[in-house]
Each structure stands twice: as structure tokens, then as C-alpha cells.
């Protein structure tokens, strides 16, 4: 032998001679340790004879070949991965020994001998394993991922992307490898950029990019990019996630449009029925200034009827006259001038009272209102008419002889005040709660009560532009309460 016995032993690696009759002259340690069978025991006897399941094994016919041809064999784990019945002990845990086999031809005198010799690979097969199944798991996390990902090199080329990826530029694998990551933006320039900083500072969040698919469409992505560290040939790898903003951003552009539409069309309305009403007025006085003329050159010989008639025409006119300027009212209310200030709610509602003079006074009605009211911001001119159309239908929808009574008060609501309005009036049906802030709604048949039906639909209106609620409580012939909620801070000042 040309190792002495005790080298040999020391080996951290099986070592077997057999002789041309495939019979053991050595077996060391290791083969003792992980075959549980001593050199003493093995020596002697045929391989076979002590491993009976080799039967027709490829490391018996690599046997056969090394002692009849002299021609060695290297047995690789994959093919051939435990070659020999071997085992690692650790405490009570038995496991096989990956193995990783070469069987040569030794000279032994004049015949020809064998030797094997068994490396332990155990532990890099266990490493490649775990290896793989970390690979397994990231690219199918890769793969899964709803979100578009990428890797780009340090010169902006596509290295990996996921199926989400290919998704969003419309275009297959193939199409994107190896393509410049910046060619495929609206701005490859700004692309280009993000690159360029991720190398320098390891990251960048958010850049908000367009992207141009194959066939030309365009996606609105927010992109975020971080280099990937510690390759094992150096090279720095970009890694990229897209989000895919494309239905959120032209849903809000959308709404911006829309908004900008209606905006100008409510502009527009203001507009339109200011300069209506303006114009409508000076025919509408032109007719009841001729009727009185008329009237008045008829003399005394106008007979009763024809009075009666004239007098109905000169109504109408004065009704409609009456209906215009409500509506030029309603049109102002909320206009982008009207001035937001600090407001005094106890003088507003004083003027709304001295407005309503003669009214309040003729009806005998008894009004009772708060010593303090607070102050609020808002305009000034809109909240004296908000009192004053409140407190009009307190006093007016009341029945025939019985005398109003209306109380008004002011609660604390927190983050704002609540008005309120009672009166004792004839009520408003359950299932006309709403409808009565609607324009032109009336629930009194014109004879009974003068009004146009626009005094509420104000009052929401200008409840709308201090960013309050407006809404009533009543039962039918038990009176109604008003309830106005308008917030401490105010409005804001865009109205
Ligand atoms: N305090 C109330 N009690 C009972 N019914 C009311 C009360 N206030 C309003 N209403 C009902 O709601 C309708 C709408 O009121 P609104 O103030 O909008 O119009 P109006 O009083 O008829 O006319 P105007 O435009 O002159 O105010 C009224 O016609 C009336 O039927
Ligand atoms: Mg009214």
C-alpha cells in the first residue's frame, strides 16, 4: 500500500480497496463509522457479500470494469446519488450520506485491484436544495405578483420581468428582455433618470411615468426602484414595481372635466337668469303702466266688469313682477362675490324682524327670539333673508283669526349651531317634508296665501353656501319647526 494505515484512517473521506477477486483488503475509518461495520469485519470478504443489495449496481459494474479493463469511474450524485448503504448519526437521528463516488484501477502485485473512494456531500446537496427552494418561492412570489415588476442592468437593459409586467406593456417576455427599460416611457429621459439615481442612492419611490405599450396606448404607472445588493459577479441590478394608476388618474381627470363643465354651465344659468329677469321686468312694467292708463283714460264711464278685468291683468303683472325678482334673488344667492365675513346671527335676525315690520304687526303675531345669538362667518345679506323667509311662513301659514306664535332658538351642536323656527301653524303633511325646499313648491292653493314657492328653496340655497343642513319637523295642524344647522367656522372662503 502506498498510504500508510493510519493516513488512511484519518481520511475525512471512505476509502475501499478491493482485490482482483473483489474482496476487501482495506476499509477505513469512515467506512467503519458510516457503514457500522468495522475494518476487522470487513476485510476479506467479497463487497457483495457485505452490501447484498448492490446486486446489479452501476457501482458493481464500475467495479467489474475497474478490475477486467482497468478503466475508472466517476459516479456523479446526480445521476447516481447514494451510491453505498452510508449514514450520518447524529445523537438518534440516522440520515443517508449524499455521496459523490470514483472507482479506479489499483496495481495489487501482479493482478489488478479497485479502489473507492466515497466523499461526503451531504452538506452541499442539502445547501443546493435549500437554495432551490428559496429560488422556487421568490420567483413564484415574483410571478404571482399583481403588481408590475422589472429588473434593468446598470446599462438599462430589461433583464427579468413578472407576466404582471408583460400585462402592462401589452407585450410578451421575449419582446421585453434585452430592450432598453427607457424606451418604452412617454419621457425616456426622466426613465432614464430614475435609473441613474436608484444606482447612486438605492432607491427611489413614486415616480409617476407614462408608459407606451406595443401598440401605443398609454398607462400611468407609479414606479418605485431599488438596487439589489450583494450579486455574487458584483454586478448592480435595478428592481423595479410598478402600479398601474391608469383608471385612477383619468377617472379624476374625468371628474375634473366634468367638474369644469358643470361649473361653467352653472355660471352660465346664473348668468342667463339674471339677464332674464333684468329684461323681462321692464316689458312687464311697460304692460301694467298702459293698463293704468288705460284705466285711467276710460274714466268714469268704465263699466264694473271691464274695472274687474283690468284690475286682474294689473295683478298678474304685479304677481309676475313679484315672481321675477324672487328669482333674481334666487340666483344671486351663493355668487363667488358675496362677501364672507363675520356675521352677528342676533342683528340678522333683528333685520329680518324690522323687514318683516308690517307683516309681523298686521298678523298679531307673537315672536319670541333668544337674548344672544352667536356669530359665525358668512354673509350677512343672505342670513337676514334666511331669517326673514322663515319667519314670513311661521306667520303666515297659519289658520284664519288664530294668532301666531313663533319661538326662535339656538342650540350648541358640537362642531355647529342649530336654528330653529316654531310656530304654531297649520303643519306640513309627512310626505312633503322635502318637497316644500324645492322651487315652486307649494302645498296652499295660491288663493289662500300669496307667495311664489322660491322662499325655501332660497333658504336651502343659502344654507348650501355655508356648508349647513336645512331641514323641518311637523305634523299636520301642530305647527312646524325649521331647523338650520350652519357650522362655527363658517364657510369656506371659496363659497
Ligand atoms: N311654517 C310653515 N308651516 C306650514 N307650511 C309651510 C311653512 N313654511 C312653508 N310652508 C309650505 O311650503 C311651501 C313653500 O314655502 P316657500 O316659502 O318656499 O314658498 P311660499 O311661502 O309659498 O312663497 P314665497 O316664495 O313668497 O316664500 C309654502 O307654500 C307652504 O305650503
Ligand atoms: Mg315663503
Not at 264694473?304 to 328669482?327: C, N, P, Q, T
Request: charged share 25%.
Amino acid at each position: 500500500m502506498i498510504l500508510p494505515a493510519n493516513i488512511i484512517d484519518g481520511l475525512d473521506s471512505g476509502v475501499v480497496v478491493l482485490d482482483a477477486n473483489r474482496r476487501v483488503e482495506v476499509w477505513n475509518d469512515w467506512m467503519a463509522v458510516h457503514s457500522s461495520i468495522a475494518a476487522s469485519a470487513a476485510r476479506g470478504r467479497d463487497l457483495l457479500d457485505i452490501f447484498p443489495e448492490l446486486g446489479r449496481s452501476h457501482l458493481l459494474q464500475a467495479v467489474e470494469r475497474a478490475l477486467n479493463h482497468r478503466l475508472p469511474t466517476v459516479m456523479s450524485h446526480n445521476l447516481h446519488p447514494r451510491v453505498l448503504p452510508l449514514f450520518n448519526r447524529y445523537g438518534a437521528s440516522v440520515e443517508p450520506v449524499e455521496q459523490s463516488v470514483v472507482v479506479r484501477p489499483v496495481a495489487d502485485g501482479d493482478s489488478t485491484g479497485c479502489l473507492i473512494q466515497v466523499a461526503d456531500i451531504t452538506a452541499a446537496v442539502k445547501r443546493d436544495r435549500h437554495l432551490r427552494d428559496v429560488t422556487v418561492y421568490n420567483r413564484t412570489l415574483f410571478e404571482m405578483a399583481v403588481d408590475p415588476m422589472a429588473t434593468v442592468d446598470r446599462a438599462g437593459i430589461l433583464r427579468d420581468v413578472n407576466p404582471a409586467f408583460e400585462g402592462l406593456a401589452g407585450t410578451q417576455r421575449a419582446g421585453l428582455l434585452g430592450s432598453r427599460f427607457d424606451a418604452w416611457f412617454t419621457k425616456p429621459v426622466e426613465a432614464g433618470r430614475l435609473i441613474a439615481r436608484t444606482l447612486a442612492d438605492g432607491r427611489a419611490n413614486d415616480v409617476l411615468l407614462s408608459l407606451r405599450q406595443a401598440d401605443g396606448q398609454q398607462r400611468h404607472v407609479s414606479l418605485s426602484a431599488a438596487t439589489v445588493p450583494g450579486r455574487a459577479d458584483g454586478a448592480t441590478m435595478v428592481f423595479l414595481v410598478a402600479r398601474d394608476l391608469t383608471e385612477r388618474i383619468e377617472a379624476e381627470r374625468e371628474l375634473a372635466r366634468k367638474t369644469r363643465i358643470i361649473e361653467q354651465s352653472n355660471a352660465e344659468l346664473a348668468q342667463f337668469a339674471y339677464v332674464v329677469s333684468h329684461d323681462l321686468r321692464q316689458p312687464l312694467r311697460t304692460v301694467s303702466s298702459f293698463l293704468t292708463l288705460i284705466e285711467r283714460r276710460l274714466g268714469e264711464a268704465i263699466e264694473d266688469d271691464l274695472k274687474e278685468f283690468i284690475a286682474f291683468a294689473v295683478d298678474g303683472a304685479r304677481r309676475m313682477d313679484r315672481l321675477i325678482v324672487d328669482l333674481l334673488n334666487y340666483s344671486r344667492v351663493g355668487r363667488q362675490d358675496a362677501p364672507l365675513d363675520e356675521v352677528d346671527l342676533g342683528a340678522s335676525l333683528a333685520e329680518a324682524m324690522a323687514n318683516l315690520g308690517t307683516v309681523v304687526a298686521e298678523s298679531h303675531a307673537e315672536v319670541a327670539v333668544p337674548e344672544h345669538l352667536p356669530r359665525i362667518m358668512g354673509s350677512r345679506s343672505e342670513l337676514v333673508r334666511l331669517f326673514q323667509n322663515l319667519l314670513a311662513n311661521a306667520v303666515k301659514y297659519v289658520e284664519t283669526g288664530k294668532r301666531p306664535r313663533v319661538v326662535v332658538e339656538c342650540r350648541d351642536g358640537g362642531s355647529d349651531w342649530v336654528l330653529s323656527v316654531r310656530d304654531n301653524g297649520v303643519g306640513i303633511p309627512g310626505d312633503c317634508l322635502d318637497r316644500v325646499f324645492g322651487l315652486f313648491q307649494r302645498l296652499n292653493p295660491a288663493e289662500h296665501t300669496e307667495g311664489t314657492g322660491i322662499g325655501l328653496a332660497v333658504c336651502r340655497k343659502i344654507v348650501d353656501h355655508h356648508h349647513g343642513r336645512i331641514w323641518v319637523e311637523s305634523h299636520l295642524g301642530e305647527g312646524a319647526t325649521f331647523f338650520v344647522s350652519l357650522p362655527k367656522e363658517g364657510a369656506t372662503p371659496e363659497g
